[in-house]
Structure formats: structure tokens, C-alpha cells
Nanobody, 125 residues
Framework: QADVVESGGASVQAGGSLKLSCGVS????????MGWFRQTPGKEREGVAT?????VRFYADSVKGRFTVDLYRNTTSLQMNDLKSGDTGMYYC?????????????????????WGKGTLVTVFS
């Protein structure tokens, strides 16, 4: 079982910026993709931004042009700019390794293998 640790969540005023960071250790197979998912009370965990080893980035429509995901070795970051109240939620870092099948989707929660405990982002106006 890999250990996924994310950080960087905070309360920020609308229009502000925040950067989340995440690292993974203890995994057995090569990392295929890493990324970020968001969950709010009563809703399913949704994909926000992911990045795979083919260099393909996925962004939810609601964050395109404002968020940037990066992947380097066993770390990923999420730069969030022009934050809106709708961005509020618990952000989870997730990892999929070759064990899940190389080249698969990384856009849905069910595609991912390992999860962090989450970091809370609150955007207030």
C-alpha cells in the first residue's frame, strides 16, 4: 500500500491563488498518472486535474484556464488561480500505477489506485 500525502489547503478569498502539493512513496509499480479530485458534502468525488506519463493533462471544464497540474517523478502539484466559491471542497491527491493498466483513463475516481487523506480548500467572498 502506497503512502500519499498532500498539503497546501487553506482558506482564501475569491480571486486569490493557492498551490497544492502531493507526494507518493512505498509504491511497487511505475506511476502511470497522478492528479487531484474534489469532493463536497453530498456529492461524489470528481476529477479536477490529472497528468499522465504520456504528457496528457485532463482538466474539469470548471477549472480550465485557471488551474494547472504538473507531474514530476513521484510528486504532483496543482496551481489554482482566480479561485471561485465553487472551488471549495476537500481536495484529494490520487495515484494510478502500472498495476491498474498502463494507458488507462485517469479522469474518474474509479480509475485511481491510491489516495491521500485530503486537504481542505475554502474560498470565501
Amino acid at each position: 500500500q502506497a503512502d500519499v500525502v498532500e498539503s497546501g489547503g487553506a482558506s482564501v478569498q475569491a480571486g486569490g491563488s493557492l498551490k497544492l502539493s502531493c507526494g507518493v512513496s512505498g509504491y511497487k509499480y511505475n506511476i502511470w498518472c497522478m492528479g487531484w479530485f474534489r469532493q463536497t458534502p453530498g456529492k461524489e468525488r470528481e476529477g479536477v486535474a490529472t497528468f499522465n506519463q504520456d504528457g496528457v493533462r485532463f482538466y474539469a471544464d470548471s477549472v480550465k484556464g485557471r488551474f494547472t497540474v504538473d507531474l514530476y517523478r513521484n510528486t504532483t502539484s496543482l496551481q489554482m488561480n482566480d479561485l471561485k466559491s465553487g472551488d471549495t471542497g476537500m481536495y484529494y491527491c490520487a495515484v494510478a500505477t502500472a498495476a491498474t493498466g498502463w494507458g488507462g483513463s485517469c479522469n474518474s475516481a474509479g480509475d485511481m489506485e491510491f489516495w491521500g487523506k485530503g486537504t481542505l480548500v475554502t474560498v470565501f467572498s
